[in-house]
């Protein structure tokens, strides 16, 4: 079957490309082909009570299917060339910030209406964070929320299903280079197009390794983002949160050099655990509804690791280390006794900054022995 454009992915790079070419050219056939389940589908069977551990699905529900990874996350979409990736060096900043505010438009007209932007212009947290050598980054933040995201997801869906080809459960095999376009290969048939966009996101990052490697395309080693999250009172952030959000702030430690920074913060939310093929990672999501608000807020505190030549696989280096972090912990590792003394510096240092007793939570682990009072709140993300 031929079409005019192939998409793989069903992410967000794999559904904002559809949403933009049928809009400006109705008339192009189009097929979006995703290995995961549609997005009422997508429920990972671990429940933390008659289910403790993957049961190895033949695709992951929390990491694949219409939405991508980010489906249950908590819908925070940064309005930023500061982080968040380098689409900027490609297109310049300014037009990369046009096409943020564009996309944002988009999920307003389709469920996300009625959600805050925040933004940390002309705010006085700026000179606190300088007097304390930190550095607050510039963005505006829009929080849809996990019930949001999803709303925006399904309208979303509903406006592609019926004016393009959607193969769900459709895992691409290989892609082929022809003379007047490219050839994917499935499980069940071959597919011709004249043009074929790749969005696979971090799960399809071994396959697309592969693809590029075919098709003799240059490829760069991502960096690896490692370390804690911490959960404290709602109050001790509330500064920060309520007036920003998601405030992303840098520190750089004095003897190594290091670029600490804060990520994924997560106001009156939750701490959830990811089961990705067996990996068990933490997460934090946040509501829109006040009604599933918590008394805490969670956020990450995150080292990057960047690699040189030869070094390729970045990807694999962090899953090995996710994998011996399950190993040791059996499960979470989690520090929440005030007599326990492993990170006891870190809790230290968090709780003569922030004036509170802090949780922190190995961040690549989660899932286990967690007493029963927090296992209904460390869900996986599709039932939370």
């Known amino acids: 079957m031929t079409y005019d454009v192939l998409i793989i992915g ?64 908590d819908g925070k979409y940064n309005i ?11 297109i310049g900043k300014k037009k990369a910030l046009e096409l943020m505010e564009y996309v944002d438009q988009i999920n307003m007209e389709n469920g996300g209406e009625g959600t805050k932007l925040y933004s940390t212009g002309n705010t006085r947290i700026k000179k606190l964070c300088l007097e304390n050598d930190l550095h607050l980054l510039d963005a505006s933040v829009r929080h849809l929320g996990t019930d949001i995201n999803y709303v925006v997801l399904e309208h979303l869906y509903a406006g592609l299903k019926d004016r393009m080809d959607i193969f769900f459960d459709t895992p691409v095999r290989s892609v082929e280079k022809l003379a007047d376009g490219y050839a994917v290969t499935t499980d069940k048939e071959r597919y011709e197009g004249r043009t074929c966009v790749i969005s696979v996101g971090r799960s399809g990052s071994k396959w697309m390794e592969e693809v590029c490697t075919a098709l003799k395309i240059p490829t760069s080693s991502n960096r690896v983002d490692i370390g804690v999250r911490v959960e404290l009172p709602y109050e001790v952030f509330a500064h920060l949160t309520d007036e920003l959000y998601e405030s992303k702030i840098v520190y750089r430690t004095e003897k190594f050099q290091d670029r600490v920074r804060t990520f ?10 990811e089961n990705t ?20 807020t969670n956020f990450a505190l995150l080292v990057a690791k960047h690699f040189s ?8 280096y962090g899953e090995s280390i996710a994998r011996l972090s399950n190993m040791l912990g059996g499960g979470v590792i989690e520090d929440r006794d005030p007599e326990q003394q492993r990170f006891a ?3 230290a240092y968090l709780e003569k900054t922030f004036g509170a ?24 993300c599709s039932a939370a």
């Open 10 to 73: 069903g992410g967000p790079g794999g559904i904002y490309t559809a949403w933009e070419l049928l809009n400006k050219r109705p008339d192009l056939k189009l097929a979006l082909f995703e290995s995961g389940h549609t997005l009422e589908r997508r429920r990972c069977p671990i429940d933390g009570v008659k289910v403790k551990s993957c049961v190895h699905c033949p695709t992951c529900a929390i990491m694949n299917g219409f939405g991508g990874a980010g489906a249950f996350s």
């Open 80 to 90: 930023t060339n500061q982080f968040g990736g380098t689409l900027h060096e490609h």
């Open 264 to 273: 994924c913060m997560n106001p009156k939310g939750v701490v959830v655990n």
């Open 277 to 296: 093929n067996g990996i068990v990672t933490v997460n934090g999501h946040s509501y829109e509804d006040p009604a599933l608000h918590t008394e805490n």
């Open 309 to 316: 030549e030869p070094f390729k696989d970045s990807n694999g």
């Open 345 to 347: 510096r870190q809790r």
């Open 357 to 380: 007793q802090v949780t922190v939570v190995e961040f690549f682990t989660a899932g286990g022995s967690s007493p029963p009072d927090r296992r209904t709140r460390w869900r996986p």
